[in-house]
C-alpha cells in the first residue's frame, strides 16, 4: 500500500477478494451510508460496482437492490 496520509480519502480499484490502491490515504466512504471506512477495516466491496460498503449488512442490500 502507498504511505497514507491521516485523515485523507484513498482512491481504490476493487478487484475481487482485494483491492490495489490508486492514491494514498487512510479510508474510504460507504457507497450507501457515506460512513468513513478506515482501510485496514474496509471488508466489504463491489468489483463491478466500484464501491465500498460499511457493513455486511449494507453491501447485501446494496446488492440485492434495497
Known sequence: MLS????????????????RQLAP?????????????ALDALRYWSAERQEAYASCEIATQRLLGR
Open 4 to 19: 497514507a496520509p491521516a485523515g485523507r480519502l484513498a482512491r481504490l480499484h476493487y478487484l475481487p477478494g482485494t483491492f
Open 25 to 37: 490515504g487512510d479510508h474510504v466512504l460507504c457507497a450507501v451510508s457515506g460512513a468513513r471506512i
